[in-house]
């Protein structure tokens, strides 16, 4: 039952088959046998999940009509506060945290009676491509344990992939839903922009995050996504419209006349040999499928990555100045005598990782009278060059379609002393996130020189996310009668971790 896809379970709950304190022990069981490897958990909510689940079964036993993923388990990432359970974001400084208040994605979450199971694991503050730069030590790729899940959210990526959840919650702030997806194998979306709220989401980059869901099938991604997104008057910058129907979209999987952009800028040689392959097979099935395959030039995504390092951090160091150690978790040298600076200055010191100390300075730098407009400002408008790029492309196309990310996983440990590179997984993900539109990662396939998964990357325009499912869903399709079996399937993961 692990191995199914979460509308599979939904379908045997429904049928009375399994019920969900069945299936939520299932899945504690699968992440006490194998979480000592993966570490996709911070926290694991026995007693919270198990309530939940009765909950939903003596709804079901009364005949109460339920949502479709009504009692099915999920891994929740430790970014969204969750009432009475420890929310850290992966920082020591948020330890022993417990919000007083749901976020709104968590208030969906409960009012579509999903079940959740506990808090992955992921880079301090969502600052990361690998998840290594979490406080509480890496997680691993249930591919190859000495390789990262892709970050920041590692955690709820390898959750999916270890089949210790069938469903998840991530943040993107600059592609940590999608990055993690594509290294792990698995289904990762960032809807647009204000399509769900980020009521209760600890803030990283204002402007640029945004929650969605991630799963091991694009229908059970789109099923999620509904279930979390809508408007949201608790956030100023959630968007006043009807959910785009992408649960629909993703059944039929129809792109017949529908036109693929190919991001000319996004698919050089930096990519690996295997990504580059696997890409183009994939075109070539779209295009069985009924697609028609054009290609699209966004000159000015090649200073996406440079802006994304002065806007991201400028709000983060912002943002994050509410860690002052008067609110929330970790209060270090609070004696007699101190100032409420010195313990302020203390406890950041010792709160923080070095990678979010390197961004509050870079992003207070870019901030500073005298090097504002040089910086700050110049990103901003960069910013609107890349959404008129966008804009243009959109002219030509329904969706536009790269590789995830430049390479399949690499090695703990590889890049984590050189930031740049860490900064580079980034290139083809970021400029969705700076024109706030939708984007998907799925699975298409095993690069040949290391079999490890390659995430194929559709972007959809400002609330038509529906797109992207489409176009998800056929090509899904069709690796899937290419391979035989979900590509998943592959994966070490399956008969067992370790
Ligand atoms: N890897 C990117 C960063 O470090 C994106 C992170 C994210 O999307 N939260 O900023």
Redesign the pocket.
């Known amino acids: 039952m692990i191995h199914s896809s979460a509308s599979e379970m939904a379908t045997a709950l429904a049928k009375g088959e399994v019920t969900s304190v069945a299936l939520t022990q299932l899945h504690l069981d699968r992440i006490a046998s194998v979480d000592k490897d993966v570490h996709a958990f911070l926290h694991i909510d026995t007693e919270g999940a198990l309530a939940q689940a009765s909950a939903v079964d003596a709804k079901r036993a009364k005949g109460e009509k339920l949502s479709p993923l009504a009692g099915v388990p999920l891994a929740l990432k430790d970014v969204l506060a969750q009432k009475g359970v420890p929310t850290t974001c992966g920082s020591k400084i948020l330890e022993g945290w417990r919000p007083p208040y749901d976020s709104t994605v968590v208030a969906n979450l409960k009012k579509n009676d999903i079940v959740i199971l506990g808090k992955t694991n ?2 301090e503050f ?4 690998s998840t290594e ?1 979490s406080a509480y030590g890496p997680t691993h790729n249930p591919w190859d344990l000495s390789r990262i899940p892709g ?3 590692g955690g709820s990526a390898a959750s999916l992939a270890a089949f210790e959840a069938p469903l998840a919650i991530g ?7 999608r ?1 993690p997806a594509a290294v792990t194998g698995t289904v990762g979306v960032k809807p647009t922009y204000g399509g769900v709220s980020r009521y209760g989401l600890v803030a ?2 204002s402007s ?2 945004q929650a969605g869901p991630c799963a091991r099938t694009v229908l059970d991604t789109a099923l999620l996504h509904e279930a979390i997104a809508g408007h949201d008057p608790r956030d100023a910058t959630s968007i006043n419209a009807p959910v785009p129907q992408v649960v629909a979209a993703a059944k039929s999987g129809d792109v017949k006349g529908m036109k693929i952009g190919v991001v000319k800028e996004l698919n050089g040689d930096g990519y690996q040999p295997g990504v580059r392959a696997r890409f183009e097979e994939s075109l070539e099935l779209l295009a069985k499928a009924g697609a028609e395959i054009v290609e699209v030039s966004c000159p000015n995504f090649e200073y996406a990555l440079a802006a ?2 002065l806007i ?1 951090p400028s709000e983060c160091s912002s943002n994050l100045a509410r860690f002052d150690a008067m609110r929330y978790g970790l209060r270090v040298g609070d004696v007699d005598g101190a100032s409420a600076e010195e313990v302020m200055n203390l406890t950041r010191e010792v709160g923080f990782g070095r ?1 979010v100390k390197r ?1 509050i300075i870079l992003g207070t730098y870019a901030l500073s009278s005298g090097y504002y407009d040089a910086y700050y400002g110049s990103a901003q408008k960069v910013r609107t060059l890349i959404t008129q790029d966008f804009t243009s492309a959109f002219a030509k196309a329904d969706v536009l379609v790269s590789p995830t990310c430049p390479t399949t996983a690499f090695k703990i440990g590889e890049k984590s002393n050189d930031p740049l590179a ?2 580079l ?2 290139i083809a ?2 400029p969705v ?1 700076m024109a706030g539109i939708g984007g998907m990662s799925l699975p298409s396939g095993l690069a040949d020189e290391d079999g490890l998964p390659v995430g194929f990357q559709i972007m959809s325009p400002v609330m038509k996310d529906e797109r992207m499912y489409s176009v998800g869903a056929a090509l899904e399709a069709a690796l899937l009668s290419k391979w035989g079996a979900p590509i998943l399937s592959k994966a070490p993961a399956l008969g067992g971790v370790a």
């Open positions: 992921m880079d969502a600052m990361g491509s730069n970050g920041s959210g943040t993107d702030t600059g592609g940590s839903i990055q990283f980059s640029l995050d994304y390092y991201a990678e961004r860490m900064y997984n980034d993900t970021i996130n």
